[in-house]
């Protein structure tokens, strides 16, 4: 008896057969939603070891800023009169107050050439500029330039000259200007091939109302006379430079200066702070909801909270047995949760008793900080070790979720044919129960 053939999964059993199917390959797939999710904790563990990093990064920063006396301002230059001149400190300075004239401002050399006609053409030849006894050549290798094709081969050329072209109604002229100040960088000029024109461009007009002849600043410190080819002087006080902003004059106080160390001490605990108060967040464990943070109980993050204390915990060596060999002795002290507290009056104290001991330990405390950071942020460093072994774990996953697929596919195509080959032997049935009832029915009419 033929029976046919089975058209769609459970038609012939009269049972749901996909939705029975759906619900044991949901059963078989249970394995790939633990390895999708242990991924996904594993891509929440590299995000978090990533923002550790970063915060620790920035620890470093502050801590390097404390190992450098240059970065904490130990002294401050005010000048009396910011018009007439400005004034910064470094380390080395000394306390004192000084009387600063401004005699004379440096300039450049402004030369104007004479007056060219609209349409004047220039030929090739070779400009020469001297310059504090060298030359600096400017070649236009063809003929027919125009004052502006003479202006852009000089700037182009990159000497010590720039050159610019103004035009009035009685013509244009090419300007000429030194890029430095002061009598060393004034320039001559003259011309060799060319033309007629290309050379008359070496004759300036110094009757030129804005003409400026190349000058040296001068300045007096307490009667001393100090000269110098810029505003700029380094030479008249120890490690204090002077910038001259116009002619007059002004006192000049050089004092102690300890809101440099204030600010990179903040900075160094705002940094420390952050990077704690993160840790704290990313490694913590909710006893109510049951819920991890990513980084809860990582033994790298466990490592690095026991190096952040155990590096400002204990003294560094180079300034052990001073009076500023422990933190607290500077304001910073640890806080109940970890973190850092200041106490910038404390720091203010110490800083007016003694302040090249307090640069000393904060200089040793941030080499300390320092060093215990690299091993932590540096390429393939502690943290980048445990990133990359994390890495490896999904590589892994990818692998076995690929297997997986693979045998569900198989699972579910051998449960299919299993339900089909169900349909049919139930259609079967049916056909023969079927045809047995019509012959009884049959019989028990005769």
Known sequence: MATGSISSLGIGSGLDSNSIVSQLMAIERQPLTALNQKESSYSAKISALGTIKSKLTDLQTAAKTLGDPN???????????????????????????????????????????????????????????????????????????????????????????????????????????????GTDNAFSLSVSGGDANLSGLASFDGAHPNATTAANSIITVEGETVTSQS??????????????????????????????????????????????????????????????????????IRTLLSKMRDTLGNVPSAIAGTSNQYLYSLGVSFAQDGTLTL???????????????????????????????????EADGLIDNRVSGIETSVTRIDDQRERLERQLTVTEARLRAQFTALDTLVASLNTTSTYLTQQLESLSNL
Do not use: C
């Open 71 to 181: 970065k904490l301002a130990a002294f401050a230059a005010t000048a009396g009169d910011s018009d007439v001149l400005s004034a910064s400190a470094g380390t080395f300075a000394k306390n004192g107050s000084y009387a600063v004239e401004v005699v004379q401002l440096a300039k450049a050399q402004k030369s104007f050439s004479s007056i060219q006609a609209g349409g004047t053409s220039y030929g090739a030849g070779t400009l020469s500029f001297t310059i504090n006894g060298s030359t600096q050549d400017v070649t236009l290798a063809s003929g027919g330039n125009s004052l502006q094709d003479v202006a852009n081969a000089i700037n182009d050329a990159g000497i010590d000259v720039r050159a610019t072209v103004v035009t009035g109604d009685a013509g244009s002229r090419l300007v000429l200007t030194a890029k430095n100040t």
């Open 231 to 300: 505003n700029t002087v380094t030479s008249a006080v120890a490690n204090v430079t002077i910038t001259a902003k116009t002619i007059g004059s002004s006192t000049l106080d050089v004092a102690r200066d300890s809101t440099g160390i204030e600010s990179a001490v903040k900075a160094f605990v705002d940094a420390y702070n952050g990077l704690r108060n993160d840790i704290s967040a990313k490694t913590a464990y909710n006893s109510e909801t049951k819920v991890a943070e990513p980084l809860n109980g990582d033994a790298t």
């Open 343 to 377: 106490d910038t009056t404390k720091l203010n104290n110490a800083v007016e008793t003694d302040f090249d001991g307090v640069v000393a330990s904060l200089g040793a405390y941030g080499a300390a900080v320092d060093t215990m950071a690299t091993a932590f942020t």
